[in-house]
């Protein structure tokens, strides 16, 4: 099994700007049935799309049947893959539809956050940047469980900008939708984030409130 990576680099694809000469080579020979050249995409793919099916579902051994169940929908779609379209941002892809499909089905239980500490990057007014911490604090339980409170079209969106890293235009190629549209679902999530922090944070400052009342 997996072990989750704890660094951000770790989630990026091999290449970082196009399919590289080498994967060309391997794709030509997979659609032709090579399956030891398929077996090689999944080498140097298997870790960057299990890191993603984490970020997503929140739990090791479901992202290891979300992985294979990736690659078998590529192996299996290889065909049409359009070889003018990045290979990476196809893969993705295939999994964020299928983590997005899977939390669907799971229908997502929402978190408390009465347990929660304060969240570290609030600010004095409503310009939270919310991403220093999904870099900073990605391995802790708090930032799964505000991940796990998005819509799941918002959480891929979130994963793939700030654990893949991955610029506006290959986020929409992998979510199938517009760039305007990315940044919409960027800016909705951050500002849910920040929302549900405060709430938080309120619910903190009663429950202390209601403490020092009792005592009192």
């Keep these: 099994m997996f072990e989750p990576e704890t660094q951000r680099n770790a989630d990026s694809p091999p290449t970082a700007n196009s399919t590289s000469p080498e994967e060309a080579i391997w794709l ?20 960057p799309i299990f890191n993603l099916c984490y970020r997503m579902l929140d739990d090791p051994a479901e992202a290891e049947d979300a992985a294979q169940e990736v690659f078998i929908r590529a192996f299996l779609k290889l065909q049409s893959y359009d070889e003018t379209r990045k290979f990476s941002s196809w893969l993705f892809s295939i999994a964020s539809h299928y983590c997005i499909d899977r939390l669907r089905q799971r229908r997502l239980q929402w978190l408390s956050w009465d347990d929660l500490p304060s969240w570290r990057w609030l600010q004095g007014d409503d310009k939270s940047q919310p991403e220093e911490a999904l870099v900073e604090d990605e391995t802790t339980q708090e930032l799964h469980a505000i991940l796990n409170t998005l819509p799941p079209d918002y959480r891929a969106a979130v994963v793939l900008k700030y654990w893949h890293d991955l610029p506006y235009e290959e986020i929409a190629d992998a979510l199938e939708t517009t760039v305007s549209a990315v940044k919409s679902r960027l800016f909705r999530a951050r500002k849910m984030m920040a929302d549900a922090a405060y709430q938080n944070m309120d619910r903190q400052l009663t429950a202390a409130g209601s403490i020092a009342l009792a005592k009192g």
Excluded: C, L, N, P
């Design 28 to 47: 030509a020979q997979a659609k032709r049935g090579d399956s030891a050249a398929f077996t090689q995409i999944v080498e140097a793919y298997q870790r």
